[in-house]
């Protein structure tokens, strides 16, 4: 059985032309018509008497996991998922730093092909520091053996490829390729990333650079199959 995988910062659905406009970010969702997806920059907006993360599940037909690192009476932000896959457990994990806006990841199992999977999505600092601490922290998520498969992906906004952060996470996932996804008209920096372990099991990935996708946010979505 393969899964499609993918991890996408939405920017509040405002795209590069600066407009908001769920819709497109819809359709994007509908072109990569994945098993999973990763969410980041999920900004609370009423969209048609839904929130927002509601109404992006209820076009795609997925079921939605929020983890909200912003909340406020008018204005909750920050990561969801969104899957057709059974839900076993969600656990909202905070990776916040004192004096830094606050990041966090969202750590689910989920069931597939009568197996169990591990999928870790998040969006980590700005700063070094900060992401080396929150690397840390997420890597204490797993523990090899419990279940079958293993992924981490999301928004690590690593400017350098052999970073701290991505070199500890290349350990211990093993490499996987880091195609550009920012900015989504050009990209050339490959913020969005995705490990999967056992590394065998992951047989495909790349930046989805549709017409629309480099439209629809500042992101390109990064989308990869799995086998399982």
Known sequence: MNLTLATYNIHACI?????????????????????????QEVEHHDVDGYDLLDYLAEKTGLTAIAGPTLK????????????RLPVMAVNRVDLTLPGREARGAIDVTLAGNERRVQVVATHLGLRPWER?????????????GLTDTYVLMGDLNEWFLWGRPVRWLHAH???????????????FMALDRMWVHPRRRLTKLEAHASGLAR??????????????
Do not use: C, M, W
């Open 132 to 144: 080396r601490q929150q690397v840390r922290r997420l890597l204490e998520l797993f523990e090899i």
């Open 173 to 187: 996932f093993k490499h996987a390729p880091h195609p550009p996804t920012f900015p989504s008209r050009r990209p």
């Open 15 to 39: 795209g590069t032309d600066r407009r908001f406009d769920p819709d497109r970010i819809v359709r994007v969702l509908q072109e990569l018509n994945a098993d999973v997806v990763a969410l």
């Open 215 to 228: 439209l629809a946010s500042d992101h390109l979505p990064l989308k990869a199959v799995v086998e399982i």
């Open 72 to 83: 406020r009476e008018t204005r909750h932000y920050g990561n969801a998922i969104l899957t």
